[in-house]
């Protein structure tokens, strides 16, 4: 019987996931690793967005909210 994963839980799992992956690469490879996560971990555009600009943030600095 297959486990149901609440889609916050997937979106967590995808950031670490990508964390893990990306080290301090560049912005070109992080697009490149949303878009394998997002495939990976089942995530529809709305997880998608929140990546980019969760890491788009990170990238700049500012506290994630």
Same mark, same amino acid.
């Given at each position: 019987? %297959?486990?149901?994963?609440?889609?916050?839980? #997937?979106? /967590? /799992?995808?950031? +670490?996931?990508?964390?893990?992956?990306?080290? *301090? +690469?560049? =912005? $070109?490879?992080? %697009?490149?690793?949303?878009?394998? %996560? $997002? %495939? &990976?971990?089942? #995530?529809?555009? #709305?997880?998608?967005?929140?990546?980019? &600009?969760?890491? $788009? =943030?990170?990238?700049?600095?500012e506290p994630q *909210?």
């Open positions: 019987m %297959a486990t149901v994963i609440p889609q916050n839980e #997937l979106t /967590r /799992r995808a950031i +670490d996931w990508i964390g893990e992956k990306c080290g *301090s +690469d560049a =912005n $070109a490879k992080k %697009a490149a690793l949303i878009e394998e %996560a $997002a %495939a &990976r971990f089942n #995530l529809g555009p #709305l997880e998608v967005e929140f990546l980019e &600009r969760f890491f $788009a =943030n990170k990238a700049k600095g *909210s």
